[in-house]
């Protein structure tokens, strides 16, 4: 498959990036929408929404103004500078000056590029820089910019401006402001394609995997014994219907009863991963419809295959039905497995390992791999590598003495060691701190 990608931008920056994008993989075709305003953007992005497969903006600016145009964020992005150019600029201008080191005045769209530690890493002592860091993207931040760099030019403050909008280049050379457009060097718009085209093959596995969703109603025979009667059953039925039907076409998918409360959603893995939320709360309007009777599992899986991916939700259903707090458990086409919580944090692990060592210590531990493996995960998500029972208790959902029994196990196969512990404002014997030793 030979993906699209359109680069967008005013038409010096297009063509320049057209130019390195010629060296480019044959996978790729680059297709330019050059402009001469930014006002022009959403025209074009509407036109040609469906003749490219995604957007190379030319700077930030262009991207951030494109934002609220854009169906997909995640096949957009825009050439990042790395500080190269910023180098090659200022070279540029020593060259113009004849003079070793010059007073210069930039300005920058904030958290694209830090300044202070570009300049340095040059290891060039300026004797005089001023920087000028913005985030408004409207035409009254050019003439602040560009007002900025006029002021400081008049104060006798700098020999050159290097600007990185070329809003304030066309401003400040009507004011006869010397000035220097900041513009990303081929390296530089070499990874930023590079780095969009990986993106967009990745979105494009993701959304052509199947994507299901299987629901299941536990101990489906006591809902079927608080309700005696049929006409009651068939009422609650069409009330879970109600429910799911919609559900089925946000996830613009189809559904399928397989009875005794059972259901299954089929639909692609792009699609049910953006609407996770309204998964989340056709669950709590199920549970609501069946008056908290018993409870209600879900497991989503996602797979190449539509067996597959059924395999896999089916699997999601099983652990699910083990967790102790609200959320959802889906499993990759890989088989990794993938927890969320309500508030959309997630713990990613694997219910498996490959080295037989670690096997053979968890079976005399006689604690499972994919709890290990759980364990795993949630030190990887701390921001240290040592951690406390109450802490690993919180992030997983269990009780303390659940964790403080699997740690003392796993302490006995020397898979955690005790590095410490931890002072307690509270009578009574101190916390001990754990790192796991893999």
């Not at 992005?77 to 060259?95: E, N, V």
């Not at 919580?341 to 080295?355: K, R």
């Not at 795993?376 to 997983?396: C, E, G, I, P, W």
Request: net charge neutral.
């Amino acid at each position: 498959m030979r993906y699209r990608i359109g680069i967008i931008g005013f038409a010096s920056s297009v063509d320049r990036i057209m130019d390195v994008s010629v060296d480019y993989s044959t996978d790729v075709q680059f297709i330019p929408f050059p402009f001469q305003s930014e006002q022009e953007m959403p025209e074009i992005l509407q036109k040609a929404r469906h003749k490219v497969d995604g957007w190379l903006f030319s700077g930030p600016m262009p991207y951030e103004l494109a934002k609220p145009y854009l169906q997909n964020d995640y096949t957009a992005d825009y050439c990042p500078t790395l500080g190269a150019g910023l180098y090659r600029t200022i070279i540029q201008i020593m060259a113009r000056l004849i003079t070793s080191v010059p007073r210069v005045s930039i300005d920058m769209y904030k958290g694209m590029l830090d300044i202070e530690s570009v300049i340095g890493e040059m290891g060039i002592n300026f004797p005089e820089i001023h920087i000028k860091y913005f985030e408004d993207i409207g035409s009254e931040m050019v003439e602040q910019v560009a007002r900025f760099h006029q002021q400081l030019w008049l104060q006798g403050k700098i020999d050159y401006a290097i600007t990185a909008v070329a809003g304030v280049r066309n401003c400040l050379e009507e004011m006869g402001v010397p000035v220097m457009y900041l513009t990303l060097t081929k390296q530089e718009i070499a990874q930023g394609l590079k780095l969009l085209s990986e993106k967009i093959k990745t979105n494009y596995f993701r959304t052509s995997q199947v994507g299901t969703v299987v629901i299941s109603i536990s101990d489906y025979a006591k809902l079927v014994a608080k309700n005696q009667y049929a006409s009651t059953m068939q009422m609650l039925d069409w009330k879970l219907k109600g429910i799911l039907l919609p559900l089925s076409a946000t996830l613009n998918g189809y559904l399928i009863d397989k009875g005794s409360g059972r259901y299954v959603i089929f639909s692609s893995r792009g699609v049910v991963e953006n609407y996770v939320q309204a998964i989340q709360e056709a669950l709590a309007q199920m549970n609501v419809a069946i008056n908290f009777v018993v409870p209600i599992h879900i497991g989503i899986g996602y797979g190449e295959t539509v067996a597959q991916a059924e395999f896999n939700a089916q699997k999601a259903l099983l652990a699910y039905a083990e967790r102790k707090q609200a959320g959802l458990v889906i499993i990759e086409h890989n088989g990794k497995m993938v927890e969320l919580d309500e508030s959309g944090s997630h713990l990613e692990y694997d219910y498996f390992s490959d080295d037989p060592q670690v096997v053979a210590q968890l079976h005399q531990a006689a604690v499972s791999v994919k709890t290990f493996r759980k364990l795993v995960a949630a030190v990887n998500s701390f921001s240290s590598d040592r951690f406390t029972v109450a802490q690993m208790a919180a992030k997983l959902a269990v009780s303390e003495q659940n964790i403080r029994r699997i740690l003392g196990s796993l302490a006995g196969v020397e898979l955690v060691h005790v590095v410490g512990e931890e002072l307690s404002a509270n009578r009574g014997r101190p916390g001990k701190i754990y790192k796991l030793n893999i």
